[in-house]
């Protein structure tokens, strides 16, 4: 991590490693209980206060979770930012509500399955009380308002509610017109009353409705739905810092849409060759720049991450910056460009640093440094030796995803086994440790406690560290390649992490 | 449950289902809220129904919407000017609301109603409102608040005032884009209420904090100020402070923000003045038309005419000529897509000598563009040229051009072109039409795209409506009515249509001698869908031709026809037949 002009201040040595505790857990399984598809977790996103949390799931469902341990102040939000608050607990969380968001469709054009499994979800901005998300599947991004409304219990009508019917000139026209005793129906006869129907201090004898029941619930309302503009699979949404645009990338391309406007996108990358078979790499991730409104990152299957300038071309096929590791010479074997491809990419909150995560390692680049990572993570080193094995059963390609603390000092990804490795990566650090999403996270950690005898090599930039030690399998544990840890989050203001094992939620802090 | 009168039950009802489950019901309440507020009263409007409206902000967007609207026109309802604040709370909250349509339809609604209200109404209610709006938790408020300062500002004593402008300036550094971008967009309006000596000491400052944010979508809306402030200030004032933000604009890192410098540039150019235009916009404007991205370029060639006409011939040859000239061989065809839809409105800036050495060289080269489009764009704006230079110049490479576009193999394309025949006969004359463009007329006809064929006989009737009844008796209607023999009935089908519209055109004498038979003729024919289109076709005749032809010859091949064993046949022959006996009733 020498990289950088202005490195981190680092007050007196590295941050000491944190240590993880269990928190939460929600959806756990009974031993011996079968999971179901459509209940596996495909998608956690915090909000950016870190008060929300929502998961996504094979069934097309978007579950939301409140944190519980500040709402109860009753202080304004405004205030709580200000005050530097002293966190006595660790956040809870609890369920807040829950919505179908997809529904399993057919393409009849391209006699295409389009499952409803949802991809990725991304907060936009909270305005009022109301919860805004983007929630997409393979194909349809959909608009999310989520907003508590008062339960309507009306009393004080003017017209027995039991024999009123509709007024009929707009709804519909089937239900039967309250007939009145001289038999024609009253239909837009309120058109006709003219002015001199009222009198001056208006009729007593009517009533506005009350409502009386103070009660609330949650309603989760789709604003928008924007479709029809992916030929192939949305990898990611990302939305942008200005509040009014967010993006889609599929395989090809990636689209910029207004969060306003449902009708039209922009194409703003096309990798798509003209001969297909020219075709020698995908995009498999996109995220916008925290800050800059400006500036978007995406990864390839090739192991790259481009850095593109919105403010350059309307079409960003040329990008502004590429960050690509050199290739070791001599290591090269069938798996190398199958393990290069990159699974998932963050911005670090500052946007300073860009985390990505390829088959075996998590890479921290310096967005000001593109001749290499500032430091790679090696995540399950001892499945080097397996790959083949991993290549037969397609688990090689499995998409983890990463992902930063907010403020910048460790990074963390899933592996298999539900495992889930935490790094530090502020200078000097040597944290490094696996946890099992489970009720005791600890349980079935290696011995990886920072090891003194491996100085810290400062003449190679890259730093390796991590259990290089083959055997997770020394504790009598065969790895599970079914159990897999793919998403997780980290909250964006504690060390709070979210993590998905099948289609329960863990939480854990430190 | 009260006991309601017979009369008031429609009232009662409207009443009952402002809270109704259906959304329907309840939108259509709240598009009847006058009907509602006559039938309370005006005090009771004030005392219950706008405090009940006030508490029903948590409603579907639709309904607020509507709500929103309703109440921007409401102060009769309430009992005139002197009571109008009492529509402040409840548009307040709708000032807050997240959706923006709602909140843009609160902030129109509420000028509306501030325009009305009196001084002292304004400054006691109206003000205090929109401090509290400025200073709202959530940015929906403040993005609000933005909308409503000019309205305030005119009425406010000093002190009030000079708060306004502190407030405007803090949006105009809020936090949230979203909220200096509103503020952005309405720097203008409230600028135009600001005295004097205040917009240079307070305005331009937070106009110049809006042109340096590092959101693109902030500076974006700011270019639109440039023009709006530009001309509220002095001349020499405008070219000290606006000008050099418009020419730094003009080199913005961002594409995104020259496009709309490129949009706009030429209507600066008055409010600076002829001769900071000749030293700073025209360089800046010859930039853009090179700039590296295209959507600048197509920006700025579409607006090369209007600039154009903005400098004097001599400065517009000199400086922007070489560039269109550039830009007619641009890569992209959007470019010269969009240069052709506006240069041949340069002829007449230019004048005639220009325009034949320096233009129309470049007409041509358009005119042989390999994007349909730029070929299109030129014909469509002949008639411009032909009154500066005459058409002989142009008619040369004019015709490859119209013959190619004829035969284009998008249908599209040739739909397009037949569009600008008329237009074309009409600059290109009798004589050049007869030689090369009849033919064409009459293959559109035959054409394989129904569009086309329909384009087709349209077409023939607007040229019969150009060059008068004589001229197509002889150049048009020997040909159309030949390809009634045409072995495909699709074909036969096109001629009846054409004939149909030619009718009113040629006059009854023309139509019986020449049209008439034909039709008849068509009768006969072996295909049901034919016999039925005569039968549509003869009715249209009937109030063209006289009563006896009707007699003679209309009615008894109608006759015939609704005797035909096909149904549909049957039914417009008797249709027509009906028709022709109303027409004789009303004129006998």
Known sequence: ?510 | MAMIDEPLYPIAVLIDELKNEDIQLRLNSIRKLSTIARALGEERTRKELIPFLSENNDDDDEVLLAMAEELGVFIPYVGGVEYANVLLPPLETLCIVEETCVRDKAVESLCRVGAQMREQDLVEFFIPMLKRLAAGEWFTARVSSCGLFHIAYPSAPEALKTELRTIYSQLCQDDMPMVRRSAATNLGKFAATIEAPHLKVDIMPMFNDLTQDDQDSVRLLAVEGCAALGKLLEPQDCAAHILPVIVSFSQDKSWRVRYMVANQLYELCEAVGPEPTRSDLVPAYVRLLRDNEAEVRIAAAGKVTKFCRILNSELAIQNILPCVKELSTDSSQHVRSALASVIMGMAPILGKDATIEQLLPIFLSLLKDEFPDVRLNIISKLDQVNQVIGIDLLSQSLLPAIVELAEDRHWRVRLAIIEYIPLLASQLGVGFFDDKLGALCMQWLKDKVYSIRDAAANNVKRLAEEFGPEWALQHIVPQVLDMINNPHYLYRMTILQAISLLAPVMGAEITCSNLLPVVINASKDRVPNIKFNVAKVLQSLIPIVDQSVVEKSIRPCLVELSEDPDVDVRFFATQALQSSDQLTMMSS
């Open chain 1, 1 to 510: 991590m020498h990289g950088g002009d202005e490195v981190v201040a680092a007050p007196a040595g590295p941050p000491q490693p944190l240590d993880w505790k269990f928190s939460q857990v929600f959806g756990e399984r009974i031993a011996g209980e079968e999971v179901q598809e459509v209940d596996i977790i495909s998608a956690i996103e915090f909000d950016k206060t870190g008060d929300h949390l929502a998961t996504g799931d094979r069934g097309g469902r978007v579950v939301l979770f409140e944190r519980t341990d500040t709402k109860d102040h009753g202080v304004s939000r405004r205030d709580l930012e200000r005050m530097d608050y002293p966190i006595s607990r660790h956040p809870e969380f609890r369920y807040k509500t829950e919505f179908q968001s997809h529904e399993p469709e057919f393409d009849y054009l391209k006699s295409l399955e389009i499952e409803e499994k949802i991809n990725k979800i991304r907060w936009c901005q909270t305005a009022n009380s109301a919860l805004f998300l983007l929630s997409t599947n393979d194909k349809t991004i959909k608009f999310w308002k989520v907003q508590e409304k008062k339960i309507k219990k009306i009393s004080d009508m003017n017209l027995d509610p039991s024999k009123a019917v509709g007024n009929g000139s707009v709804a519909s026209s089937s239900s039967p017109k309250p007939c009145l005793v001289n038999g024609s129906s009253f239909d837009g006869s309120y058109n006709n009353l003219s002015n001199d129907f009222f009198p001056p201090g208006g009729l007593p004898s009517l009533r506005l409705p009350v409502v009386t029941s103070q009660e609330t619930n949650l309603v989760a309302r789709c604003r928008r739905v924007y479709g029809h503009a992916h030929d192939y699979h949305i990898n990611s949404i990302s939305s942008n810092s200005d509040g009014e645009t967010f993006i889609s990338a599929d395989d090809l391309r990636i689209n910029l849409w207004n969060l306003e406007i449902s009708s039209q996108s922009f194409n703003i990358v096309d990798v798509k060759p003209t001969n297909m078979e020219d075709l020698t790499e995908v995009i498999t991730s996109a995220e916008f720049h925290p800050t800059h409104c400006n500036m978007l990152a995406y990864s390839s299957s090739k192991g790259s991450i481009r850095l593109i300038d919105l403010r350059q071309s309307a079409l960003c096929d040329s990008h502004a910056k590429l960050f690509e590791e050199p290739e070791a010479p001599g290591s090269r074997s069938f798996f190398t460009e199958i393990i290069a491809s990159i699974s998932d990419i963050k911005f670090s909150k500052d946007g300073r640093h860009i985390l990505s995560r390829d088959y075996m390692t998590l890479k921290l680049w310096d967005i000001n440094m593109d001749s290499g990572p500032v430091a790679t993570f090696q995540v399950h080193e001892y499945l080097r030796p397996k790959l083949c094995d991993l290549y037969e059963n397609d688990s090689i390609f499995d998409k983890f995803e990463c992902c930063l603390s907010g403020d910048g000092l460790r990074v963390a990804t899933g592996s298999y086994s539900n495992l889930f490795r935490v790094c530090g990566c502020a200078p000097g650090s040597t944290e490094s440790t696996t946890l099992e999403a489970s009720k005791n996270p600890m349980r079935r950690q290696v011995q990886t406690p920072t090891r003194p005898s491996r100085p810290l090599s400062s003449i190679t930039r890259v730093v390796r560290r991590g259990s290089e030690t083959p055997g997770v399998d020394a504790n009598g544990n065969s790895f599970d390649f079914t159990t897999k840890l793919l998403h997780l989050a980290w909250h964006p203001t504690e060390n709070l992490i979210a993590c998905a094992a099948a289609n329960s939620l863990y939480m854990y802090y430190a």
